[in-house]
């Protein structure tokens, strides 16, 4: 049975999917955000709409973007000839947090899974190939998660850049197995990309 008003119950159901919060979390995070109607919860509500009617998919790397071209895409200094490939724009933001890399990114949005049906069409892949003829990319740096997708993905990748000429790179693993790159500190991602191997 239903004890807020249908709206604030449909707001406390829409909460309850993000991440990390289920329906308690949500009802909380309701009831504050209407306590603080004026000072939290109005400025979020137009952020948000804010950021949903603009956000978008970099036309290049796949990071999300208010404009067509992100800013790493567009910042001439960081054409180095290196493409990091990464799962998701949570690692694309990890690494950024490390300022250990200076060239561009991948965003594959997710790994090929067999069990998903995600097959290359669905991954970011053939726009990979694309770059790789198009923008002079000497290195690919494959920053996929050590997960057994992850590394299906990895090898798929560097089976496909073959014959392109281009050397293919991965982090080094003082990365724990399945260990996810959103998760670790600043300090062990540019450790990684520092010791990355031929792949
Ligand atoms: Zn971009």
Redesign the pocket.
């Known amino acids: 049975m239903s004890q807020a008003p249908r709206d604030i119950e449909q707001l406390i159901d829409l909460m309850a999917r993000l991440p990390g919060l289920g329906p308690r979390s949500a009802r909380r995070a309701v009831l504050m955000l209407l306590k603080k109607r004026g000072a939290v919860m109005a400025p979020l509500a137009r952020v948000m709409a804010e950021v949903a009617e603009n956000a978008r998919d ?6 999300i ?1 208010s404009a067509e ?2 800013e ?2 567009s910042d001439e200094r960081r054409a180095t000839g290196e493409i990091c490939v990464v799962e998701d724009v949570a690692d694309l933001w990890a690494m950024e947090r490390g300022h250990a890399f200076k060239g ?2 991948h965003v594959l949005g997710g790994t090929l899974s067999a069990l998903d049906a995600v097959g290359p069409e669905e991954l970011r892949i053939p726009v990979l190939l694309d770059r790789v003829r198009e923008e002079n990319v000497t290195e690919v740096i494959l920053a996929l998660n050590a997960t057994v997708d992850g590394q299906t993905t990895a090898h798929y990748i560097a089976e496909v850049l073959e014959n392109t000429g281009v050397q293919v790179t991965s982090l080094a693993q003082g990365v724990p197995i399945g260990g996810e790159l959103d998760y670790l500190d600043d300090g062990t991602i540019g450790a990684a990309l520092r010791a990355r191997r031929r792949f």
Do not use: V
Not at 58 to 63: A, D, H, P, V
């Open positions: 970099c036309r290049f790397c796949g990071n973007s071209i992100c790493i895409c561009r990114y």
